[in-house]
């Protein structure tokens, strides 16, 4: 089992739906969770980061962590064109321990 | 305050060949991961380094090594290249003070092997 689950999609939605990404996670030691959105030929950008269990907002993006299903999950209001690219989850355990990604879902919010 | 920075953007090289990547990450960072990403592959890990360390390493050949220098600056160093090395190699910078870990990345080289 790898320890970040990802659906690479694709995924498409249109312009001005909400979209949901989700992963899931193995071990449940790690506390700290990112989203990185990744547009093509670029290097993955830093959108959300969380740490523990809850919600956090940040404009049109939210990001959920449930520990005790081991679920993180991003959503997109009002999706934008702009929006389309490949996000990746990942968990940081702090400390030691090295980041570990999802392989990312692929996201086209078409006009 | 500056972002991660790597060095060369792009670069060709023929099999056979060997390549050094560089990589200078954010300020006070003082971690510093390298990756490598192929189309349908996802973010591969290649090794971490922390205080000139290296602390954790993935599943790459002994032809792909890396080192840190006391400035936190990084490179990364492919022998005998192959053809399958072929891809974007990203650098990371990664906060693990003040009870966070976030992970900050280069906008990465684009390596092609010929």
């Known amino acids: 089992q790898k320890e970040v689950e990802q659906d690479p999609g694709p995924l498409s939605v249109p312009e001005g739906a909400i979209v949901s990404l989700n992963c899931t996670y193995s071990?449940?030691?790690?506390?700290?969770f990112m989203w990185y959105r990744q547009y093509s030929r670029k290097g993955p950008e830093l959108l959300m980061y969380t740490y523990s269990s809850g919600n956090k907002e940040d404009g049109r993006f939210t990001a959920q962590v449930d520990k005790s299903s081991k679920y993180i999950s991003l959503f997109i209001r009002d999706s934008q064109p702009s929006d389309s690219a490949t996000y990746l989850c990942a968990r940081g355990g702090g400390g030691y321990q090295k980041v570990t990604f999802g392989i990312g879902t692929k996201l086209q919010v078409i006009p | 305050k500056a972002g991660v920075t790597q060095t060369p953007r792009y670069l060709i090289k023929t099999r056979g060949q060997q390549v050094t990547l560089s990589c200078s990450p954010i300020s006070g960072h003082r971690s510093v991961s390298w990756y490598q990403q192929t189309p349908g592959q996802g973010l591969q890990f290649l090794f971490e380094?922390?205080?000139?360390?290296?602390?954790n390493k993935g599943n790459f050949p002994g032809r792909f090594s890396g080192r840190q220098f006391s400035n936190s600056r990084s490179e990364m160093n492919v022998s005998t290249l192959e053809l399958g090395d072929s891809a974007l190699y990203l650098c990371?910078?990664?906060?693990?003070?003040?009870?966070?870990?976030?992970?900050?990345f280069g906008p990465g080289t684009r390596l092609t092997v010929t």
């Open positions: 990371a910078s990664r906060t693990l003070t003040g009870g966070t870990d976030e992970q900050y």
């Open positions: 071990n449940s030691a790690f506390q700290y």
């Open positions: 380094y922390f205080s000139e360390t290296q602390r």
